[in-house]
């Protein structure tokens, strides 16, 4: 059977990709699918799953420091890398093993090769074979970006490069602040490295609540965790196995390995677009498409991280489900992109859905914050001095909690059960008539009951003491601090 014409070219075998193979497939389309590296795809291959293994790993030292406040005595631990790397791997390979299984099994063709536009409608793959395709999809995804060049860039790791290290660095300096920064200095520091972290801004974390900010701060200073804010890399010089770092305010750290984690570019080198007339960011590089994922050329389309959107492996999923079911299944089907769920696997864990606290007053006259910070209770014999925050936003004028934000283990499986609440336009009425599941530290989230702080915007006054809310002073400033909830 010759592929030399389809229905679906799709470029880049990651999540995405995969799902509107899949999908397409399953509508009765012929779909090829090429992939330059591994079936999988960033969240596969280099980046969700593998960092969660590594998450789970840099968890163990805590636990059994834990243990010893329930009775347990741990005469002698050893942790080897390499094992850990190993059975990594080998899961990994397992994965991929399986979605490539899935998708031949669909029908789809799967191309080990590096696809480049000929023209708006055909490709040329790696191996010299050129396919036309009536559709074509790209999902291509992100890579890492170090930024500008400097000197001694080539003695920098990227995020890709963490899961093939040979050895546990003992200590590392991670660049950045966002969430895979904070996640990958969380891990080393977890498996014993001395990690410093540093960051150009002022505070890590950049787009989330600032009360999340700042607890989950003092959690990684806590930990041992050296943050340097106003801070960059400037150079780096090799020494036999190790790398002087020279920071921008002119000191010095000397470190087994730099990891640069300062955010993601879309992945579209080489790929020949302007050969297809695609229009692209000017700024970021990314594929520029409308709500339906359509490019500039109507029959070519683009999903994932190579968007710059939300770039998230659910998202991507949903984005190639929909895109399947909208092209070849004839349904008429958009992605909300609203009160999406996320989730940062520092430790503790951040679970985050909806709106920030700075966004929400942005947005609405009248905001409510419920907020508590407690020592949970396995730390009460544990004796660790790890915090737990969460917090709720609230549109005071209509009671519906716009934001939930959590610090704690297991904030993510928290979150994502709020994200549903949130998404259904839960009240705080809501949640206080839910019954609370005891002894755990989710029921706080249905058992704060005054507010910690109530802001109103200049000129709402009269419209806040109208609202179902007890009576109160307002200050000049329209904001009424509460006492925290603590324990």
């Not at 793959?125 to 790209?138: D, P, Q, T």
Request: hydrophobic fraction near 40%; aromatic fraction near 6%.
């Amino acid at each position: 059977m010759s592929w030399s014409e389809v229905d679906l070219f799709i470029i880049g075998g990651g999540s995405g990709g995969v799902r509107a193979a899949r999908i397409a497939a399953s509508y009765g389309a012929r779909v090829l699918i090429a992939e330059e590296y591994r079936v999988g795809g960033t969240c596969v291959i280099r980046g969700c799953v593998p960092k969660k293994l590594m998450v789970y790993a840099s968890h163990i030292p805590d636990e059994m420091r834990d243990a010893v406040g329930f009775g347990w005595t741990i005469s002698s631990t050893e942790f080897d890398w390499a094992t850990l790397i190993a059975n990594k791997n080998s899961e990994i390979a397992r994965l991929e093993a399986a979605y490539t299984t899935n998708l031949e099994k669909s029908g789809v063709r799967v191309v080990k090769a590096r696809a480049q536009f000929e023209d708006a409608h055909c490709l040329r793959l790696s191996s010299g074979e050129i396919v036309r395709a009536k559709y074509i999809l790209i999902a291509t995804g992100g890579a890492p970006d170090k930024g500008a060049a400097f000197p001694g860039i080539e003695h920098v790791i990227s995020s890709n490069d963490v899961f093939d290290l040979p050895n546990l660095p003992r200590r590392v300096l991670v660049q950045g602040g966002g969430y895979i920064a904070v996640e990958f200095a969380c891990i080393f520091a977890g498996l014993g490295s001395e990690v410093t972290l540093a960051y150009r801004g002022d505070n890590i974390l950049r787009g989330f609540d600032e009360d999340v900010r700042l607890h989950v701060r003092g959690e990684l200073e806590k930990s041992g965790i050296k943050l340097l804010m106003r801070s960059t890399v400037a150079k780096v010089e090799r020494c036999a196995d190790q790398r002087i770092v020279c920071l921008s305010g002119g000191s010095r750290v000397l470190v087994d390995e730099v990891l640069f984690a300062i955010g993601r570019r879309p992945n579209i080198q080489g790929l020949g677009l302007e050969k297809a007339g695609v229009a692209l960011n000017p700024v970021s590089g990314a594929v520029l498409v409308n709500n339906m994922a359509q490019t500039s050329v109507p029959h070519i389309f683009a999903i994932g991280d190579v968007t710059d959107r939300i770039n998230l492996t659910p998202v991507a999923v949903r984005e190639g489900q929909a895109f399947a079911d909208r092209v070849f299944g004839a349904r008429s089907v958009e992605v909300d992109y609203g009160d999406v769920p996320t989730a940062v696997f520092s430790q503790p864990q951040i679970g985050a859905v909806g709106l920030t606290e700075a966004q929400a007053r942005d947005r609405f006259p009248l905001v409510d914050i419920y907020k508590t910070t407690f020592k949970p209770l396995k730390a009460t014999l544990s004796g660790s001095a790890s915090r737990t925050l969460m917090k709720l936003v609230v549109d005071a004028s209509t009671g519906r909690i716009l934001g939930c934000h959590v610090v704690s283990p297991d904030a993510a499986e928290i979150v994502q059960m709020a994200a549903v609440a949130i998404r259904m336009k839960a009240t705080k009425e809501d949640f206080d008539s839910t019954m609370a599941l005891h002894p755990t530290s989710a029921e706080e989230l249905v058992t704060m009951r005054e507010p910690f702080a109530r802001h109103v915007r200049q000129g709402e006054e009269k419209s806040f003491r109208s609202c179902e809310q007890p009576d109160c002073a307002l200050s000049q400033s329209g904001h009424i601090a509460a006492s925290p909830k603590s324990a």
